[in-house]
């Protein structure tokens, strides 16, 4: 929590630090206007920002803090006398406590408050603000009350913080480059710079809810974050500068950060780097263990269902050197199965590269831009669980990993993940968990009106219903055998591979404006019942007022 002290801070130029913070009720400022049925002549406040005055444009931000023996329920603001919103409240403020220590076990121990507004909404000139304080009892102050004004012909341009590196880190090897950005037009883009020179730019849309819970008012706030992994092999060592540099879409830029940093590689061949995006971890992989059922082939009279292991590897120099990942190999159990170099193949009849590394992957080349391999980074292998316990193997627990060798021969595991055989016997078998993943909603995406989820599933049972919950209530079933030719692609070589998908009409106007969980949970053929994924999202429909 105490880090969300320092994003308050950091969107504001008006702040006070403990050093010179003032007795509120001696400031005419703060000077409180008491309603009717008001809160205790003890309430201390002060309000930072917008000083009286000011001139605001874009997302303007109304923040400070209040503190009383009894504790605070909620802050609405009002403009021009008519409500606008509410605020967060109970955000940690350490300077204030550290001023005013008598409220230290107080209700108002988290005495911190943030709102804000969108400007545009209103016209330019002067305008009026005040904020009511309600309390437990349901008593209400007035305070804050003041002018300011607005200047719509201003872009603020983006706001944000770099949370990595921090001023003087040392950085060496592939090294994560992140933190979050703001704007009310949205964000364009956002380039990392090294002395002054680009050299890539960050992934947006990052889930961030604490960025949200701080900035709700913020369009996209709940996916603000970003990233890169800066390859600091192709920067010399030593003393470098580092900064941000963020543009959103009506080409307004602003720079976030500007730090020195350190850039320290070893003369020595570092070993590559990546991770097995599938199977997930503890996954049950399914195989045809009866000898009478013929396989493998996409289609026949019973399942047999092929494994595929996919994923990424990558790979920095050393100094000036180009690093490059040369093979990639799949272990079980510790054991070679397939090399890249020696196994890879085109299968005609699945119309896919098998046991290959170089297959291209864009999303990887987002975070890692510049890097050797990409976009040519993936690798992709299959395995028939089946023909390995018919061989030898047993069901139960197992480990995959992927070892990736470089053109240095620096080899290494980059992963290594447990997952766990079983067997089908014709149609018949033991109870499996099903397989599957929510595309839509993605973490925090902000939703309005009606919205269809959508997903995949795949379970050896066959699947009877796949059902929707929000909430711990349950909405409805979704429906079932949407084609995904992807999931046939990447996951799956058979008829119910391609017939995996499903869909979900949600009226999100039926939901209140506010966090939410999506739970699916898939029902076999037996009567099994298993929950195939969860998912967080944010409504933002019209806002009520209190």
């Not at 940690?92 to 001023?99: A, G, L, S």
């Not at 195989?287 to 920095?316: E, K, R």
Request: a negative charge.
């Amino acid at each position: 929590m105490k880090n969300l002290f320092i994003l308050f801070f950091f969107l504001c130029s008006n702040f006070v630090f403990s050093s010179n913070l003032e007795d509120p009720l001696s400031l005419e400022n703060s000077l409180s206007l008491k309603t009717q049925n008001n809160i205790s002549d003890s309430l201390l406040w002060y309000i930072e920002a917008p000083l009286p005055n000011a001139t605001v444009s874009g997302i303007a931000i109304v923040q400070g803090w209040v503190l009383s023996y009894t504790d605070i329920t909620a802050i609405h603001l009002y403009i021009d006398d008519e409500f606008t919103t509410s605020a967060n409240i109970d955000l940690p403020r350490d300077d204030v406590i550290e001023h005013y220590p008598q409220y230290a076990n107080s209700p108002s121990a988290n005495p911190g408050f943030t709102v804000g507004f969108n400007s545009r909404n209103y016209s330019d000139g002067r305008h009026i603000l005040h904020l009511i304080v309600v309390d437990e009892t349901g008593a209400s102050s007035q305070i804050g009350r003041r002018y300011f004004y607005i200047d719509n012909s201003l872009n603020p341009g983006p706001k944000g913080y770099l949370e990595s590196p921090m001023p003087g880190d040392t950085l060496w090897g592939p090294y994560p480059v992140y933190g979050w950005v703001l704007d009310e037009d949205g964000v364009e883009r956002v380039e990392v710079l090294i002395d002054g020179l680009v050299v890539g730019k960050a992934n947006l849309n990052g889930p961030r809810p604490d960025i949200y819970y701080a900035f709700s008012y913020y369009p996209n706030a709940a996916r603000s974050g970003f990233v890169m992994f800066l390859d600091t092999t192709r920067i010399d060592n030593g003393f470098h500068e580092i900064s941000i540099m963020a543009y959103d879409n009506l080409a307004q830029s602003s720079v976030l950060a500007k730090r020195q940093i350190i850039i320290s590689n070893q003369p020595i061949n570092t070993p590559p780097f990546g991770k097995i995006d599938w199977p997930l971890r503890d996954v049950e992989l399914v195989g045809q263990c009866d000898d009478s059922c013929p396989g493998p082939s996409p289609d026949t009279g019973c399942y047999h269902p092929l494994n595929f292991i996919t994923g990424w590897a990558l790979d920095t120099g050393s100094g000036k050197d180009n690093g490059a990942v040369a093979w990639v190999e799949l272990l079980l159990d510790g054991s070679i199965l397939f090399n890249s170099r020696s196994d890879c193949y085109y299968d005609f009849a699945f119309d896919t590269w098998v046991n290959c590394y170089g297959i291209t992957r864009f999303d990887v080349q987002a975070y890692y831009p510049g890097y050797t391999n990409v976009p040519q980074a993936g690798f992709k292998f299959w395995i028939d669980v089946g023909n390995l316990v018919q061989n030898g193997y047993s069901e139960g627990v197992h480990y995959l990993g992927i070892r990736a060798g470089d053109v240095e021969n620096t080899h290494t595991v980059i992963d290594e993940i447990p997952v766990v055989f079983r067997c089908l016997y014709a149609f018949a078998g033991p109870p499996l968990r099903p397989a599957g993943y929510i595309d839509v909603p993605g973490a925090y995406e902000y939703l309005k009106e009606t919205v269809r989820f959508i997903g995949w599933a795949i379970d050896y049972n066959r699947i009877s219903r796949i059902r929707v919950w929000i909430d711990g209530i349950y909405w409805g079933d979704a429906v079932y055998g949407d084609a995904r030719p992807d999931v046939y692609e990447n996951y799956e070589r058979s008829t119910t591979g391609y017939y995996s998908g499903w869909h979900f009409d949600m009226d999100t106007t039926l939901l209140s404006n506010s966090e939410h969980d999506l739970v699916i949970e898939v029902i076999d053929s037996a009567g099994d019942s298993r929950i195939l994924g969860e998912r967080r999202f944010v409504v933002f429909n019209n806002i009520t007022t209190p």
